[in-house]
């Protein structure tokens, strides 16, 4: 059964300490794995897509990583403005995008 | 551009009454996606549609629910009758065809519905 999962469901840190996200799946016909931030109230914002095993985008404080399995997200020096629920879905051939359940990430000054 | 427009932002409703939420998907963009949100269950896919066609449906959770798009810039997602259980955000997302745009799929700003 296709299914994304991802960890930890929440995440507090103080700003400025560096952590990473995780998002991992079992898809077949991976058509690419995509990231989004969602803020309360707000639709989710789209941030990054990965392709391949070995591809990294960086944004700012945020760096996406891809394996086989499973995806990173790492937040370097995150600020109190990056405090928001960060998405993971993937699209596999046929054009579903499936959704893991988020993580809740807190900075707190 | 404006991006993917939803309508009504918010509702409120009674059990049993019909409820239509409507949706402007990004100009040229050929796929539509309806999706709900809760806390328990998270983003869940209900329906999408490629070049105004019903791709897959599954998600659907039960005859109350229906969507159509009857052309490239509408689609409305339809519960009838409206039960408590319906209670959600429902988001509306759209994106060009997939060799086009890297898949990219860029979400409205959701209706949120209560049902009492």
């Known amino acids: 059964e296709d299914q994304v999962t991802q960890s930890p469901e929440a995440l507090r840190l103080q700003e400025g300490e560096s952590s990473s996200l995780n998002c991992s799946y079992t898809?077949?016909?991976?058509?690419?794995l995509f990231w989004y931030r969602q803020d309360p109230g707000k639709g989710p914002e789209f941030l990054f897509t990965?392709?391949?095993a070995g591809e990294e985008k960086e944004k700012e404080r945020l760096k996406a990583t891809l394996t086989k399995k499973e995806s990173f997200l790492h937040i370097t020096a995150p600020k109190p403005e990056d405090s928001a629920t960060y998405l993971c879905?993937?699209?596999?051939?046929?054009?579903?995008?499936?959704f893991g359940q988020g993580t809740e990430l807190s900075v707190k000054p | 551009d404006a991006g993917v427009i939803q309508s009504p932002r918010h509702e409120v409703t009674e059990m049993g009454q019909e409820v239509t939420l409507r949706c402007k998907p990004i100009?040229?963009?050929?796929?539509l996606f309806w999706y709900r949100q809760t806390m328990m269950r998270g983003l869940e896919l209900l329906i999408y549609?490629?070049?105004?066609?019903?791709?897959?449906d599954s998600g659907m959770p039960e005859d109350r629910f229906s969507a159509k798009m009857p052309n490239a810039s509408f689609s409305t997602l339809k519960i009838q009758p409206s039960e408590p259980r319906d209670s959600a955000v429902y988001f509306c997302?759209?994106?060009?065809?997939?060799?086009?745009?890297?898949?990219?799929?860029?979400f409205g700003e959701g209706s949120w519905l209560t049902v009492v």
């Open positions: 997302a759209s994106s060009l065809p997939p060799l086009l745009s890297g898949n990219t799929i860029y």
């Open positions: 898809v077949s016909g991976l058509r690419g």
């Open positions: 990965l392709y391949s």
């Open positions: 879905a993937v699209r596999y051939q046929g054009g579903k995008l499936i």
């Open positions: 100009s040229g963009h050929n796929s």
């Open positions: 549609f490629n070049n105004n066609v019903p791709i897959d």
